[in-house]
């Protein structure tokens, strides 16, 4: 069977990042952030998954990213 990145994090807790936000995480901007230093879901506003981020001394990082159509293409594969 396979799972999908963000069933893989199901445990993860979960960050929503606002168009300018999300706009610095793609680009690879690090975030001050209030959460604890852990790994994270992202969503955007729409709660579209868009990957994990880190958080490392209250600052998240880009860590995985999936191109929806990417993704896409990819479950269709696997689906045959």
Known sequence: NVISIEQ????????ILNERQLTLFLN???QTRKEIDEIYKIYNEKNEFIGTGIIE???LKRD????KILWQ????????
């Open 73 to 80: 293409c990819i479950i269709k594969l696997l689906k045959g």
């Open 64 to 67: 995985i990213v999936i191109a």
């Open 8 to 15: 893989f994090f199901k445990d993860k807790s979960s960050i």
């Open 57 to 59: 001394k209250k600052l």
């Open 28 to 30: 690879g901007v690090k």
